[in-house]
């Protein structure tokens, strides 16, 4: 079956600029994670949406926001951005909230912030 | 402060040579998982262990989880060039019967010289 499908794979945007990035998820999972994935702090967690609601934040401005859809792809959204949002964004899907047996990731999309 | 702690951070080792990857934690996790990461792909789960004391076996990588389940080690037999990459664990916790977020550990980089 399909992975987690994740676009754009590269982006390269200008200070201030907002962002949107998709993720589809396996199909039959219903909960999305993202995670922002930089060489100093590791993977740090964003946000999860489990039908179509948020059931977890992590510690991040709220310049960052994310939605999930009915069929279970989700967005997240960069607004104003800086130059230390440049990273490797992740995606993961479950079956169940949490991921207590494990996620499936995308290969992610590199943001570049200049 | 980190949740989970990995170590070491880096690793270079030759071909044919033995390797043990550690995370620790203070917390007690319902489940422990680990992943490998290639650069530029999202990571991919290798185990998950759920049990105090479980050891679980994936060819040539050994997978423990503490008795107390706040910790685990991956011990890599016989390493090849193919087994390079970094190595995150990440603990699933449970609050009050609802599952939380994963935590990742910022991983170790294994390096595999021929």
């Known amino acids: 079956k399909a992975g987690v499908t994740q676009t754009p794979r590269y982006l390269i945007k200008t200070r201030g600029q907002q962002v949107t990035l998709s993720c589809s998820p396996i199909?039959?999972?219903?909960?999305v994670s993202w995670y922002q994935q930089t060489p100093g702090q590791g993977l740090q967690f964003l946000f999860e949406?489990?039908?179509?609601?948020?059931?977890n934040k992590g510690n991040f401005p709220g310049r960052f926001s994310g939605r999930q859809f009915s069929n279970s792809r989700s967005e997240m959204n960069v607004s104003t951005l800086e130059l230390g949002d440049s990273a490797l964004y992740l995606c993961?899907?479950?079956?169940?909230?949490?991921?207590?047996?494990?996620?499936?990731f995308g290969s992610g999309t590199r943001l570049t912030v200049v | 402060t980190q949740l989970l702690e990995q170590s070491p951070q880096f690793l270079s080792i030759q071909e044919g040579e033995n390797l043990t990857v550690y995370c620790n934690s203070s917390s007690v996790f319902s489940s422990l998982q680990w992943y490998r990461q290639e650069p530029g792909e999202g990571p991919v789960l290798l185990v998950t262990v759920v049990t105090g004391g479980e050891v679980k076996k994936l060819k040539r990588l050994t997978f423990q989880f503490g008795d107390a389940r706040k910790d685990s080690s991956l011990h890599i037999t016989a390493a090849q060039t193919g087994d390079t990459g970094l190595y995150l664990c990440a603990g699933a916790m449970n609050y009050g019967g609802s599952q939380g977020n994963l935590i990742f550990g910022k991983g170790t980089k294994l390096s595999v010289k021929p």
């Open positions: 199909s039959g999972h219903r909960s």
């Open positions: 993961a899907s479950s079956f169940l909230p949490g991921a207590p047996i494990g996620y499936t």
């Open positions: 949406y489990f039908s179509e609601t948020q059931r």
